[in-house]
């Protein structure tokens, strides 16, 4: 939607042109945690609220339905609501937890203890990816929320 210049190499003047479309909303989400809420075994992390979902993405409870295929840059931000529980999370394609993507939040750490990531997955069309596992999550309905899940398609 806008114009770049560009060089036409040595000794050939440079033109404006029609800048190639780049990152969209339609491909991107995030999500936060609305409430703080346990959960146990490998359960999915159902982040109750967004700030944006795209048009090509779906989400129900907390699990992200793609619908283009490509190369995803996933980033999760998770706290602990107390000290008292531990946080073990991974971040799930369907039923399959991603290698290299714990969360690994010690008991003992203090209070609002957290972890952050970010990682580069390639999706299908129709993947559907999550954050499971189990822990004390801290939520909040508004801007005091500390529990986020985002994503946006890099491209093909």
Known sequence: SGQ?????????????????????YTDAWHLFLGASVTITGTTTLDFTNNVFIGSNVSESGGAIT?????????????TRNSNTSAIDL??????????????WVDSTMGNYA????????????????????????????????????SGVRLGD
């Open 114 to 149: 957290g972890k952050s990531g970010s990682w580069v997955v390639r999706l299908s069309a129709s993947d559907v990816i999550s954050v499971k596992g189990e822990g004390y999550f801290n939520g909040s309905p508004a801007t005091g929320s500390m529990t986020f899940f």
């Open 90 to 103: 991974h971040l799930y394609i369907g039923s399959t937890a991603i290698s290299g993507t714990r969360f």
């Open 4 to 24: 770049v210049l560009t060089s036409g190499g040595v000794g050939v003047a440079p033109t404006f042109q029609t800048a190639a479309s780049g990152i969209s």
């Open 66 to 78: 793609v619908t283009d295929a490509g190369l995803y840059l996933i980033s999760c931000t998770v």
